[in-house]
């Protein structure tokens, strides 16, 4: 298990509030008793398989395949009184247990069929088998409204029989009493009444001695009595007695089902865990999707590397006021073990500092975390956290002696599987005094090959990252124009407290601000006022990035649509020169079967006509007409020697071929839809629809 110091570390980092939330998201008693007994863990593989588990449940939630964990009932109590001898089980309570049983099986169903998208999610099933038997056995005499059914025994069938008939002669006859009572004007009430489960009548009191029956009681006021007539009491007396047999017939029931059932109390305890444990991943995977929380890459090896990383429940405030949140890039590893924050107060230090603690709690708790999917996420052995006051009323520390004791047990128990986390490091003393001690706490700390994060003011920690290998500066970005934090972690360089700009947004005197001014031109007042210079350029340079940023990317999209214009328009062009390639053949097509056709009718001319002249001048004329196609296809076969087909549409200056007998000219002018072509020195006006562009061959412009 991970081992946390100090025993609030937990708290510290906000953890119990996604605990809170993840609670909420549960809809059984054994989901919740899972997240109040949650516990980190630092084996790599129950890591892994936890976090797989819950993102192979965060799947079925997006692609809206609903996996029936349907069960939300507690039968704790019932388990147990299945297995003590002799116990009764009520029919709602076997009903319940049949709920649970046909839950399972619709369970291991889905399982089966969407075999195998969740392997993760199947395993947790896989040693669990359905029952068919435990709803049979319920079925067989429950119904579903929980009562015995009238067929669950022969016994009970005849007496709810009996019963029945009693009871509409018990009816019939006391209408009539209440009839009769009635017209005699002895009644208070005309509706029935019951009294000690016996059927009676109110009567005035006046009149109590004159109708026979037995006294059951009286109103409040007296002036009500309430009469069990004595033409119905034996009749009450036997259905009394049949209610009696009834019930007992059912306890018999119940108690030989339950005795039934008990044999199977192992696999209904089975059933209602992995019911549990399948709600319990739910909420889980419910919260991730909440966070916009994804499953980063994993490593063994004690490292961090958060890109786009927010802290869980600042996400989730600012997204109720409708705020973003500044993500954070973050990498702690055996090169860059200790990162130092510094920054103006209020600024987001501790904020972020709180985000790679409780991002690497939840991890460890099996937890899915809102970072980017490229992110990658180690495991360690042991978090220390020292945030916050830890003055020590009852143990009589101050806030400094707390902080010491607190750097006594990191120095004592830190190693090269320790994640820390220290707020103000050194605050609480002597500045020049804390300051150096805070020096050699961390030089201690990295010669120990921790890794962690420290939040400061001080200017001798800020220069430390030049001196001890492995510890780099971070620092909060301020808009000293607009005298307000960015909340922006910039790596690589320490940052100044702007303790100028707070002071004068919290409209200190003018007077003192400036006498302050005075007096940071002294001694090593000098390296905060340079921070701050150099914070605010890069501050200046990084708007000037974003909007550089701005420009690229629109320059991007603009790139891309430029070349799926052209995609498109020499795609239509390719389909305009083969819809002109068909078109030819098909002309030659045609013709070819119109010379076929005349050639025939020809020969039937000639065997029938006198005069033979006339049919030979029709068939010279075919022939002419053939010949002129033989041209027009060697004219064809030596352009495409020399030229081959652009596809373009023509215009003018273009290399241009006529679809007919291919002679290649040069389009000179387009008049509407007519065409100049020159050919030589000749020009020619055709139609446009008859000339196709083309370009000269590569092989041709060689050889010239």
Not at 187 to 202: D, K, P
């Amino acid at each position: 298990m991970l081992q946390t110091y100090p025993a609030q570390a937990q708290d510290q980092l906000e953890f119990n509030k996604i605990r809170q939330l993840l609670s909420l998201k549960c809809r059984t008693d054994a989901a919740r008793k899972r997240v109040d007994n949650l516990k980190f863990h630092s084996r790599f593989d129950y890591i892994a398989m936890a976090l797989q588990q819950t993102q192979e449940y965060k799947l079925t939630l997006e692609s809206h395949d609903h996996f029936p964990n349907d069960f939300t009932r507690n039968v704790e109590r019932e388990l147990k009184y299945l297995s003590l001898s002799g116990a009764i089980l009520k029919g709602e309570e076997l009903l319940a247990f049949r709920s649970l049983a046909l839950n399972v099986k619709e369970m291991l169903q889905w399982l089966k069929n969407h075999d195998p998208l969740y392997p993760q999610l199947r395993a947790l099933a896989e040693k669990i088998v359905y029952e068919k038997e435990i709803s049979q056995i319920i079925s067989a005499v429950i119904d579903d409204s929980g009562q015995v059914k009238d067929n669950a025994s022969r016994e009970l069938m005849s007496i709810r029989m009996e019963l029945d008939k009693a009871r509409q002669l018990l009816r019939k006859t006391f209408e009539g009493i209440l009839r009769r009572l009635s017209k005699q004007g002895y009644l208070a009430e005309i509706s029935e009444s019951f009294l000690s489960g016996r059927r009676t009548v109110a009567v005035f009191a006046e009149h109590k001695r004159i109708v026979k029956g037995i006294l059951h009681g009286e109103s409040d006021t007296a002036k009500t009595v309430f009469i069990e007539p004595e033409e119905t009491i034996e009749l009450n007396n036997e259905v009394s007695a049949l209610e009696r047999a009834e019930h007992k017939e059912i306890q018999r029931i119940l108690a030989q089902t339950t005795a039934h059932l008990s044999g199977y109390q192992p696999q209904l305890d089975s059933y209602y865990h992995l019911c549990g444990l399948y709600d319990f991943i739910r909420a889980k995977a419910l919260l991730a999707a909440e966070l916009n929380a994804t499953l980063p890459r994993l490593s063994p090896h004690p490292s961090v590397q958060l890109i786009k990383a927010v802290h869980p429940l600042l996400f989730l405030h600012n997204q109720k006021n409708g705020k973003p949140v500044v993500p954070l890039n973050i990498t702690l590893d055996r090169d860059q073990r200790i990162l130092m924050i510094s920054g103006p107060n209020a600024g987001g230090k501790t904020v972020s500092m709180k985000t790679v603690g409780l991002l690497q709690m939840m991890l460890q708790a099996g937890l899915l975390v809102p970072v980017d999917e490229q992110s990658e996420m180690g495991v360690f052995k042991q978090i220390f956290v020292h945030i916050g006051d830890t003055q020590s009323i009852e143990n009589e520390l101050s806030t400094y002696s707390a902080h010491l004791r607190d750097m006594k047990y990191f120095l004592d128990f830190a190693n090269g599987k320790t994640l820390f986390f220290i707020d103000e490091l050194g605050s609480g003393s002597d500045p020049n005094l804390g300051g150096a001690f805070a020096e050699a706490i961390v030089e201690e700390l990295a010669g120990k090959r921790a890794l962690g994060i420290i939040t400061t003011h001080y200017l001798n920690l800020k220069v430390m990252a030049g001196k001890v290998q492995g510890i780099y500066n971070g620092a909060m970005t301020f808009d000293e124009e607009r005298l307000e934090p960015l909340y922006q972690l910039a790596i690589g360089k320490p940052g100044s407290s702007y303790t100028f700009a707070i002071a004068q947004r919290s409209e200190l005197s003018k007077k003192v601000i400036d006498r302050a001014r005075q007096l940071t031109e002294r001694g090593h007042f000098k390296l905060d006022k340079m921070l701050l210079q150099t914070e605010q350029q890069s501050v200046r340079l990084g708007d000037k990035e974003k909007y550089l940023d701005q420009l690229l990317d629109k320059n991007e999209a603009l790139k891309e649509q430029y070349e799926e214009l052209i995609d498109k328009e020499r795609l239509r062009q390719h389909f305009e020169t083969l819809k002109l390639q068909n078109k030819i053949k098909k002309e030659e097509l045609e013709y070819l079967r119109d010379t076929e056709r005349k050639f025939k009718q020809i020969i039937h001319d000639w065997k029938k006509a006198e005069n033979k002249q006339e049919v030979l001048e029709s068939a010279e004329k075919i022939l002419f007409r053939r010949k002129q196609i033989q041209q027009n296809e060697a004219a064809a076969k030596k352009a495409d020697k020399k030229f081959r087909l652009s596809g373009r549409v023509p215009q003018e200056g273009d290399l241009v071929r006529h679809t007919l007998n291919h002679q290649v000219g040069r389009l000179t002018e387009i008049k509407g839809k007519k065409a100049v072509v020159r050919i030589g020195q000749m020009p020619f006006t055709i139609n446009l629809a008859e000339w196709v562009t083309v370009e000269e061959k590569r092989e041709t412009r060689k050889k010239k």
